[in-house]
C-alpha cells in the first residue's frame, strides 16, 4: 500500500490499483505475461517479476510503465515465486534460472548480476526452488534446492562465501547469526561472517 492505494496482481496477468478505504478500481492493466513474484513499492513506483523474467516497473498514479528490465527466460514455467529487495538506490531480485540481479531503481540499468546455475537449468526450471532473498543491508543471503546457501556483496555481487545446504526456505538473520531448515528436516546455524556450520540438529 502506499498512502490510500493498495496494489494487487492476479493469476492471469492483471494488475489493479484500488481505493483500500472504499474498494473502488483506480485502474486496471493487462500485462503479457502472470506475474511470478511479490510486489514492492517504493514512493511513487512498484515493482513486480513476471513469469517471463522481466522485471517491470509501473507508475502507481495510472499503471503506466516506468521501465523494465528482461533477464534470461527459462523454456518451462517455475513453480516457485521470485523475490525482491528494494534496498537504498538498488532494487535486487531472482529470476526462475538463478540470477541474482540488482537494477538502479530510477532507471533500470543492471548496476550487477550473478548467475547462479549453469546454462543447463534453463530446460529444468521446473524443479529448481530458490529461497527468499534477505538482506541484513551489507550483503543478501538466500539458497537453493540444488545444495547452494551463498552470501553476496550487494554493492557488486561478489561472491562472500558459498556453502552446502540444500534449503528453499526463507533463512532467518539475527545478529551474526543464519538459521534455517533443510528440505530434509535438519536445523543449521550458520556464522554469517564466514559461513561455517556451526550447528545441525534434525527436528
Known sequence: TDDKFLVAADSIANLYVMNYLTGDIIWKKFNPASFNSEIKISKDKFFVIDLKNILRCFYIKDGSECWNLKTENSLTISNSKNTLILDDNLVIFNNS????????????????????????????????????????????????????????????????????????????????????????????VIDKQQGNILRVNYL
Open 97 to 188: 534460472v538463478g540470477d541474482i540481479t540488482a537494477a538502479d531503481i530510477s532507471s533500470g540499468q543492471i548496476v550487477w548480476q550473478l548467475p547462479t546455475q549453469s546454462s543447463e537449468i534453463i530446460n529444468e526450471t521446473y524443479g529448481f526452488k530458490n529461497s527468499q532473498l534477505v538482506s541484513d543491508g551489507n550483503d543478501i543471503f538466500f539458497s537453493n534446492n540444488k545444495n547452494e546457501f551463498y552470501s553476496i556483496d550487494k554493492k557488486n555481487g561478489s561472491i562472500n562465501w558459498m556453502n552446502k545446504v540444500r534449503s528453499n526456505l526463507t533463512p532467518i538473520l539475527l545478529n551474526d547469526l543464519i538459521f534455517t531448515v533443510s528440505n530434509n528436516g535438519y536445523f543449521y
